[in-house]
């Protein structure tokens, strides 16, 4: 689940189904690839993510 305050998105983990994240209007990072192009971002895994509204 992901809570949006201002230019900030947090999320949650949630096993094990995974995060699922829909990414339009956000720069997201997670081990060093650039996600910012994908529609959506799904791992199993946890942080680090880093995630900075556009």
Not at 32 to 50: C, I, K
């Amino acid at each position: 689940a992901e809570s949006v305050s201002g230019e900030s998105l947090r999320l949650s983990w949630e096993s094990p189904s995974g995060l699922e994240v829909p990414l339009k209007g956000y720069r997201v990072f997670y081990q060093h690839e650039d996600y910012s192009e994908a529609s959506s971002f799904r791992t199993l895994e946890g942080p680090p993510v880093n995630i900075s509204h556009l």
